[in-house]
């Protein structure tokens, strides 16, 4: 009779910790967790779950701790969850930068995972509208122009709605200006997006009639002017003031527009604005640019380990350990020993026809260049330097031809561009980020006949150094295809 008391007993305190276990621990994936608790707004929650050196393990995780960062920043900067925010910052030992604006103090989270993701992929392009997006007061003008660029370089198609709020939240502050190259790529862009139901461009562009319309900072005269435009200069509006008033015998409603040509935002009054078209020559140069991008080849090291050449390319290769930055694989490429040049070379067949090169690296601190890309010509059965790279701490050169550096050891975005051919030789230009930095860089003398024929093939090799010595540079990846 005690027996079966205890054993009763022992059962009935089975199954209350069965059911407190099954109650209050929670069995799902960290992945499922973490989305969850973001999609609830306990944004603490989600790096709570990253804790004690549990490490994202799939791009979803990545872009939920980089939106994630977004929205603790968004917190930072909201006067009433400041304190609370920044308390619990402390406490996980995460810092944040203070940015100088003309309106006080912007908290800036430096972000671990956004860098993380591929560039032009849905999460990286996710993750940066929300970041954006976020961004709920003035920051510094460089900062605004920074993103604005990273977003003008991405394509919005399938995300029209998201992208043109991000879009109209970084022009709606002011910044630096911007290249003609970017200037024309971000016009493209706001065609495209005045033609999308969901996007807040969506039929606002207008023409200017009248001269010396006032622009102002808000909606309103009695708000400060920040200039005038006169006919026929056009805008893209993505905001307006719901109240009708009339203003010289015209009647309409304030409306808060971007303007192109002074690369500027500020509101006008609708009465002084008529509508206009969305230009198809514009949006077909839009549908063209990121033709060529979905059409590139992209060349990285992901997966590769160091004891094997890396996948898909040939030739005689020397072992390196691979490097890992803000998550992404490098390949490191050293110096030459003065005393012994010697080099043997890896090369990746690339197919089709190409007139770029982008090549993403982290720059090396040797006072002394350092070799690190070759673009060849194949032809006649055999390989030929067209271009050879290489980076000193203060510089670029492109066969001989040297473009100075900012000075920053930082990750650099640089892309050859082929322009043209003439005689026995090609010349291209050098570019960051579609600006450009060099003009007429002739390639070394090639096979005339065939150059004007275009019957070649292109080669990427990597020069690696037989003695090498401890300067080296980081490659990440290198992008290829037609614009």
């Keep these: 009779m005690i027996r079966s008391r205890v054993f009763l007993f022992v059962g009935l305190l089975f199954f209350i910790g069965v059911l407190f276990t099954y109650t209050f621990v929670d069995f799902r994936d960290?992945?499922?967790?973490?989305?969850?608790?973001?999609?609830?707004?306990?944004?603490?929650?989600?790096?709570?779950?990253?804790?004690?050196?549990?490490?994202?393990?799939?791009?979803?995780?990545?872009?939920?701790?980089?939106?994630?960062?977004?929205?603790?920043?968004?917190?930072?900067?909201?006067?009433?969850?400041?304190?609370?925010?920044?308390?619990?910052?402390?406490?996980?030992?995460?810092?944040?930068?203070?940015?100088?604006?003309?309106?006080?103090?912007?908290?800036?989270?430096?972000?671990?995972?956004?860098?993380?993701?591929?560039?032009?992929?849905?999460?990286?392009?996710?993750?940066?509208i929300t970041k954006i997006t976020s961004i709920s007061k003035p920051i510094p003008k460089k900062e605004v122009t920074n993103y604005l660029l990273l977003l003008t370089l991405e394509d919005p198609r399938g995300m029209e709605e998201g992208f043109s709020n991000a879009l109209a939240n970084l022009l709606s502050f002011s910044f630096e200006p911007i290249g003609e190259i970017e200037k024309e790529f971000l016009l493209q862009t706001l065609h495209f997006l005045s033609e999308q139901p969901l996007s807040?461009?969506?039929?606002?562009?207008?023409?200017?009639?009248?001269?010396?319309?006032?622009?102002?900072?808000?909606?309103?005269?009695?708000?400060?002017?920040?200039?005038?435009?006169?006919?026929?200069?056009?805008?893209?509006?993505?905001?307006?003031d719901s109240n009708e008033e009339e203003i010289a015998g015209n009647k309409g409603i304030w409306m808060h527009c971007y303007y192109p040509d002074q690369q500027k935002s500020a509101w006008i009054f609708s009465g002084f604005l008529t509508k206009e078209d969305s230009s198809t020559y514009q949006i077909q140069l839009f549908q063209k640019r990121f033709k060529a991008i979905e059409n590139e080849i992209r060349i990285d090291f992901e997966g590769w380990d160091g004891t094997r050449i890396p996948s898909s390319f040939f030739g005689a290769y020397i072992p390196r350990e691979p490097e890992v930055e803000v998550?992404?694989?490098?390949?490191?490429?050293?110096?030459?020993?003065?005393?012994?040049?010697?080099?043997?070379?890896?090369?990746?067949?690339?197919?089709?026809?190409?007139?770029?090169?982008?090549?993403?690296?982290?720059?090396?601190?040797?006072?002394?260049?350092?070799?690190?890309?070759?673009?060849?010509?194949?032809?006649?059965?055999?390989?030929?330097?067209?271009?050879?790279?290489?980076?000193?701490?203060?510089?670029?050169?492109?066969?001989?031809?040297?473009?100075?550096?900012?000075?920053?050891?930082?990750?650099?975005?640089?892309?050859?561009?082929?322009?043209?051919?003439?005689?026995?030789?090609?010349?291209?230009?050098?570019?960051?980020?579609?600006?450009?930095?060099?003009?007429?860089?002739?390639?070394?003398?090639?096979?005339?006949?065939?150059?004007?024929?275009?019957?070649?093939?292109?080669?990427?090799?990597?020069?690696?150094?037989?003695?090498?010595?401890?300067?080296?540079i980081l490659l990440f990846e290198v992008r290829t295809g037609v614009h």
């Excluded at 020993?337 to 043997?344: G, M």
């Excluded at 990597?462 to 010595?469: A, E, G, I």
Aim: hydrophobic share 30%.
């Design 200 to 240: 807040k461009f969506y039929q606002q562009i207008h023409k200017v009639k009248g001269s010396n319309v006032n622009l102002r900072s808000g909606p309103g005269k009695e708000n400060p002017e920040l200039g005038k435009v006169s006919e026929p200069e056009m805008n893209f509006c993505f905001e307006e």
């Design 327 to 472: 998550g992404e694989t490098g390949f490191p490429i050293f110096g030459s020993d003065p005393k012994n040049k010697e080099k043997q070379r890896i090369c990746k067949k690339v197919a089709g026809e190409k007139n770029y090169f982008e090549f993403s690296f982290h720059p090396t601190s040797s006072p002394l260049p350092i070799s690190f890309l070759e673009i060849h010509l194949v032809y006649a059965g055999s390989s030929h330097v067209a271009y050879s790279l290489e980076v000193d701490k203060d510089s670029i050169w492109v066969n001989k031809n040297r473009y100075l550096l900012d000075g920053f050891a930082r990750r650099e975005n640089l892309s050859l561009h082929i322009e043209s051919k003439k005689g026995d030789r090609m010349t291209a230009s050098l570019w960051r980020r579609n600006t450009g930095l060099l003009q007429a860089i002739q390639s070394d003398p090639l096979d005339f006949s065939i150059l004007q024929s275009g019957r070649f093939s292109w080669e990427i090799c990597l020069p690696l150094s037989v003695k090498p010595t401890r300067d080296k």
């Design 30 to 128: 960290i992945e499922d967790q973490a989305f969850d608790y973001y999609q609830s707004h306990e944004y603490e929650q989600v790096l709570s779950l990253y804790s004690n050196d549990i490490k994202p393990s799939t791009e979803f995780e990545i872009t939920i701790l980089s939106q994630t960062f977004s929205q603790l920043e968004k917190k930072l900067n909201n006067p009433k969850e400041h304190k609370s925010t920044a308390k619990f910052l402390t406490s996980k030992k995460i810092k944040w930068i203070e940015w100088e604006t003309g309106r006080g103090i912007y908290y800036h989270l430096e972000d671990p995972y956004f860098h993380m993701l591929k560039r032009h992929g849905e999460t990286y392009k996710k993750a940066l």
